[in-house]
């Protein structure tokens, strides 16, 4: 078993042997190392690795950000992984109409398929609307089921906030080129 370090992988015996290293210096201070370790990695899926994307989506319920360049297959595998999961409904936010999924205007809590939220492609115009779903998702304990889906989540200023703070709301993923934040975990898609 490995961990990721920053691009690095670790191996546990070296993990282990840094915290037993490190295991007199404060809990809050071992706490934001433990948390450097295990969050601010980015890892590298292939376009194709369905089972290792879904894997590393679906470890924890904590955010996930999926970056990669310009047309590299970030929203094909995110629709992928729509179409072969059946334990979880997902709510896509959109706004370049790419999600073949029944669409809605607001968010229910007794959803019994995924579906899509079609934002106004200039950004703009979507920049307010999104505003408005962001607060509805900050505005309760959403079902285990749910996983919210935020695509070109690089648009809006409110994903960061959704990044911090969504994930004890709800599982969120956003999909843009490059990282929002550094605090959570990062897939990089490549080819």
Same mark, same amino acid.
């Not at 990721?4 to 015996?13: C, T, V």
């Not at 919210?148 to 990044?163: D, G, M, Q």
């Given at each position: 078993?490995? +961990?990721?370090?920053?691009?690095?992988?670790?191996?546990?015996?070296?993990?282990?042997?840094? +915290?037993?290293?490190?295991?007199?210096? &404060?809990?809050?201070?071992?706490?934001?190392?433990?948390?450097?370790?295990?969050?601010?990695?980015?890892?590298?899926?292939?376009?194709?690795?369905?089972?290792?994307?879904?894997?590393?989506?679906?470890?924890?319920?904590?955010?996930?950000?999926?970056?990669?360049?310009?047309?590299?297959?970030? &929203?094909?595998?995110?629709?992928?992984?729509?179409?072969?999961?059946?334990? +979880?409904?997902?709510?896509?936010?959109?706004?370049?109409?790419?999600?073949?999924? /029944?669409?809605?205007?607001?968010?229910?809590?007794?959803?019994?398929? &995924?579906?899509?939220?079609?934002? /106004?492609?200039? /950004?703009?115009?979507?920049?307010?609307?999104?505003?408005?779903?962001?607060?509805?998702?900050?505005?309760?304990?959403? /079902?285990?089921?749910?996983?919210?889906?935020?695509?070109? &989540?690089?648009?809006?200023?409110?994903?960061?906030?959704?990044?911090?703070?969504?994930?004890?709301?709800? +599982?969120?993923?956003?999909?843009?080129?490059?990282?929002?934040?550094?605090?959570?975990?990062?897939?990089?898609?490549?080819?």
């Amino acid at each position: 078993m490995k +961990k990721r370090l920053l691009n690095f992988w670790i191996d546990k015996e070296t993990l282990l042997k840094f +915290k037993a290293r490190y295991k007199n210096i &404060s809990a809050r201070i071992r706490e934001l190392i433990e948390s450097d370790l295990n969050n601010n990695s980015e890892i590298i899926v292939q376009r194709d690795n369905l089972a290792m994307f879904r894997n590393f989506i679906f470890e924890d319920d904590l955010p996930v950000q999926v970056c990669g360049n310009v047309g590299v297959g970030k &929203s094909s595998i995110v629709k992928k992984l729509i179409e072969n999961t059946n334990d +979880k409904i997902f709510i896509v936010l959109d706004s370049h109409n790419e999600y073949d999924l /029944p669409t809605i205007q607001t968010i229910p809590d007794n959803l019994k398929k &995924s579906v899509r939220i079609l934002l /106004p492609e200039q /950004p703009s115009a979507a920049q307010g609307i999104f505003n408005l779903y962001a607060n509805q998702i900050l505005s309760r304990k959403w /079902p285990d089921s749910y996983c919210f889906v935020i695509e070109e &989540s690089h648009r809006y200023k409110e994903t960061k906030l959704l990044l911090r703070e969504g994930r004890k709301f709800a +599982k969120l993923i956003t999909i843009s080129p490059d990282p929002l934040v550094s605090f959570c975990k990062r897939i990089r898609i490549v080819k």
